[in-house]
């Protein structure tokens, strides 16, 4: 899962990027308004979910929320606020926000509230997600293959929760790269085949490899 975090408070900022990163979703962040809709506008399928303040330089969250709304945008957006009048909450919710959480919150009670707001169907998958004998669990995060389980790195989940979501297409590393990490990695790294590579000798047996290499291009998850 990849988040866009808009928010000018720097330091809380970065706080949610690394508490996040260590949950396993890449991060992206943005200081005031007009960046972070203008981010929203142009890469909005590159995002699984939107943590928006509300009090922003030049753009404020209610203002954001209501221009991408209006442009069709159905991305999530979780907003913060400092403010917890009943009025600010109605008008964050009319103004298209999912859900609205009061700073100051609890990380565990973010993770909860983004959990929820990715399970809805429109945006989300069954409880369980099965190709062949590869079971993986979004919501408990975990893994099993013939029936055992697979203990992943939080990376190595989400890459394979990728692959299984594309189950049977195939994904380039830029996809791949983009869709896990965060826009300051090098695209000439080779993170993206370490990773594969670990995580295919975690997943794969002797009876069958499900990974595949597609040479030239990137790799391919057997439906």
């Known amino acids: 899962m990849r988040i866009l975090v808009v928010e000018d408070e720097e330091k809380l900022a970065k ?8 949950e396993g979703y890449a991060v992206d962040c943005f200081f005031d308004g007009k960046s972070g809709q203008l981010q929203i506008e142009i ?5 699984d979910l939107v943590i928006l303040d509300v009090m922003l330089p030049e753009i404020n969250g209610f203002e954001i929320c209501k221009n991408i709304r209006d442009q069709g945008i159905v991305l999530p957006i979780l907003m913060l606020t400092a403010k917890d009048g009943t009025e600010d909450k109605i008008m964050g919710l009319d103004s298209g926000a999912d859900d609205y959480l009061i700073k100051p919150f609890a990380f565990e009670e973010l ?3 983004m959990r929820a707001l990715l399970r809805r ?5 069954p409880a369980a997600l099965e190709i062949k004998d590869l079971v993986l669990n979004p919501v408990t995060r975990k893994v099993y293959r013939g029936g055992k389980e697979i203990p992943l790195t939080a990376k190595e989940f989400g890459l394979l929760e990728y ?3 594309n189950a049977g297409q195939v994904l380039t590393r830029e996809q791949i790269l983009s869709h896990l990490w965060d826009f300051e990695y090098d695209s000439f790294s080779n993170i993206v085949d370490v990773h594969v590579k670990n995580l295919r000798k975690k997943i794969d047996n002797e009876k069958e490899s499900l990974l595949e290499t597609i040479r030239g291009v990137g790799y391919r998850l057997k439906k």
């Open 121 to 125: 169907p429109s945006n989300l998958l």
């Open 163 to 165: 692959f299984t979501r």
């Open 111 to 113: 993770l909860a509230r």
């Open 15 to 22: 706080i949610l990027k690394k508490g996040l990163e260590q």
């Open 43 to 47: 890469n909005h399928e590159d995002y």
